[in-house]
């Protein structure tokens, strides 16, 4: 779920460092509580493992684009909108890229807060992405969890609407032997069927493409058969489940097709955002092992 190259990159390291992959440059973590890899290119979380778990918990392509194109996996950050969600009659950004402006540009690394437990990371893009927003992320990880945050500021003299989302790619042992609980009977929108609506009746199974938005709130509970991890989130209530199946985006090589499920934490159309001037909004989502 790691790819050799970048799993190279921890070859001798402990502590912090920095490296160079597929063209990204990378701030790498390897201390007692565990590993973590930022790519600046997106303040993207590319890979997390805690020291206690033989696994990452995170999913990136052996095969990612190469620059300017994003790269498939970890947590991309989708700010100011979420999908092609851009707001025509709000945002000056509104022919900008699908899934917003944050996770191609350059950010940089702005603190490190380590202590004995764990880190935390605050980052901010080296150029402004929007003349209305600022946007900061931040990034806390331990032995037990994962966290991130992406913070909306309107810095203009109007409001504005946003979406966005922390698109996580979590890495599983088998797509098809993944289950979710804590969506039971919410509503949700069904991209693949031209965004009809229907409910979740009990567990989700994962059987084939899959592309939802969930109008819920609710930690999601995700079990592959080998792990089973809690899924929460703040300020979100829009839960998107999503996996390509057999359509595979170039960027992902079909042996490594049915090792990731994407569950994210999201403000879309069902719960765009709002910010009066001077107004803040944080997105977050977690990560923890659920005990046996």
């Not at 020291?51 to 996996?73: C, K, M, Q």
């Not at 009977?185 to 409910?199: I, Q």
């Amino acid at each position: 779920m790691i790819p050799d190259s970048l799993r190279h990159c921890f070859d001798g390291l402990t502590g912090q460092a920095r490296a160079t992959w597929e063209g990204r440059d990378l701030v790498l973590f390897k201390e007692p509580w565990g590993e973590l890899v930022i790519c600046l290119q997106g303040a993207q979380v590319l890979h997390f493992q805690p020291a206690a778990d033989p696994a990452p918990w995170l999913w990136v392509t052996p095969t990612p684009e190469p620059l300017p194109g994003a790269i498939r996996g970890g947590i991309p950050l989708c700010w100011p909108w979420f999908a092609d969600e851009r707001y025509a009659d709000e945002s000056p950004n509104r022919d900008g890229p699908f899934h917003g402006l944050a996770r191609k540009a350059a950010w940089r690394l702005d603190a490190v807060d380590e202590h004995e437990e764990g880190i935390e990371l605050h980052l901010s893009p080296e150029a402004s992405l929007h003349s209305l927003l600022n946007v900061r992320a931040v990034v806390q990880a331990n032995a037990k969890r994962l966290s991130v945050e992406l913070i909306s500021e309107n810095v203009g003299e109007t409001p504005i609407k946003t979406s966005g989302a922390l698109h996580t790619y979590l890495g599983v042992a088998d797509t098809h032997k993944c289950r979710l609980q804590g969506l039971e009977g919410a509503r949700y929108l069904d991209k693949l069927r031209d965004f009809a609506e229907s409910e979740q009746q009990g567990t989700l199974a994962i059987r084939g493409p899959i592309d939802r938005i969930y109008h819920s709130n609710h930690a999601v509970v995700l079990s592959d058969g080998q792990r089973t991890l809690n899924v929460a989130k703040q300020s979100s209530d829009s839960t998107v489940v999503w996996h390509p199946g057999d359509a595979l985006p170039d960027d992902t090589p079909a042996e490594a097709s049915m090792r990731f499920l994407c569950i994210e934490s999201a403000n879309t159309r069902l719960d765009p955002v709002w910010l009066v001037p001077g107004a803040q909004h944080l997105l977050g989502t977690t990560l923890s092992l659920v005990s046996a």
